[in-house]
């Protein structure tokens, strides 16, 4: 099972963006989606959505604690996640799977999901349009990551996007104490997770040792919306409609 | 059959828009892909893209002509897609279908395919995110649109984006005439396009009489990338990496 674990919040291109992802991931066998919605309550834009589609999925909830320390986003929904994980492995028959970060805006071709059924330990791969570059990507030699293309930030102790990695699942039971944290300054959340399983000697480089994009760091652009007050004719109210 | 139209080009998010489109296509029951890029030939980017794809397609260039009278993209992309359509009908048994002109950076729910199904002639929609707006849609009294809300340039004839209609195939050939227009102002090519098929009167209102929204204008966010130049340590190039 490859579990997708994807945090997610109310904004107005929330619907197009996990209407998106989900069509891509009902193509993908045994896959298992977990995502978190970053509210106090579960909305039920997000839970028609789960219910509507062909999905396996768990739907939870958990609001970021925003302070001035700390303006890291997706660390309470993921870590919440990986509760959830632990528990629900402890219970199945079947603990074999994947873990996979998947942030809501991103564009996954279905190929990421074929590579990462292959991990051992943790698996890596580039990603496109990120930090700065056109991929970020580790670098193979002798079919072991020897280096890494990254410009943001290259002194991170592994410089790979959330997009760019995957876990055996097994593994969280094993390491217990191994989750995000808000403590770290931003773009070391991945290294954050990565140090409880793995070395950079370690990684198991796929998607042909690093040569082909499987993954984007896509954004979707945020919206401009008419202020109607500024309207002579102003349009009638749409407030009813959910978009 | 829906006969989806997508002009595309060449840009850095282009392989991830369309990637995930596709993606989506691949679950539209007697759905036909027409692809037209532009550029001066095809690109083996998008060649590979849709023969590694389950879609049945199309696949077609034309470079536009830009000139300092008119900046408008797409339309000689979706004339030549119109042309090997009327070709295509003439040669076929089965001329039932429905032309739906999609953006490749849109976002489209499986929903939208299942309602331009039940057109007869033309059929409108409400599109999310688009023209200033949360949604712009046709307003409906007693199954009829009797009004349009849409705040940019509401004296359009049909004041509609392209994700927000769809029209009977088979009216290509009655109309051969019927194209798209490089004369025409900024957001006048729908209203050019539908005025050879239909009135405002006659529009078949689908998604539950416009009130659901199955098809949002999302565009993608033009990624920054820093010039390797201005980098003590610049990266490995990646130009032998296709993203
Ligand atoms: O306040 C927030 C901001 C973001 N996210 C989620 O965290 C992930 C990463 O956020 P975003 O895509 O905005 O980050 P970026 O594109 O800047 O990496 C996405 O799945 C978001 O839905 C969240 O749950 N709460
Ligand atoms: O020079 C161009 C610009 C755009 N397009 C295509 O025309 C459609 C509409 O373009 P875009 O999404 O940039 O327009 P907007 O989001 O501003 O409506 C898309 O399918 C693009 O790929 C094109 O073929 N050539
Ligand atoms: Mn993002
Ligand atoms: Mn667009």
Known sequence: TIYGITPTYARLAQK????????????????????????????????????????????????????????????EQRNAALSWLRDHLRQVEDKKGVVYFMDDDNTYALKVFDEMRKIKKVGVWPVGIVGGMRVEMPLVTDGKVTGFNAVWKSFRPFPIDMAGFAINATLFLNHPEAKFSRKVQSGFQESEILKYFTTREELEPLADNCTKVYAWHTRTQKPSITNPKKLKTPPIPDDHIEV
């Open 16 to 75: 197009a963006d996990l209407t998106r992802l989900s069509q891509t991931l009902m193509l993908v066998r045994n896959f298992h989606w977990v995502i978190i919605e970053d509210s106090e309550t579960k909305t039920n834009l997000v839970e028609n959505l789960l219910k509507e589609s062909t999905l396996k999925y768990t739907h939870l909830n958990v609001k970021t604690q925003k302070s001035k320390h700390s303006t890291a986003s997706g660390v």
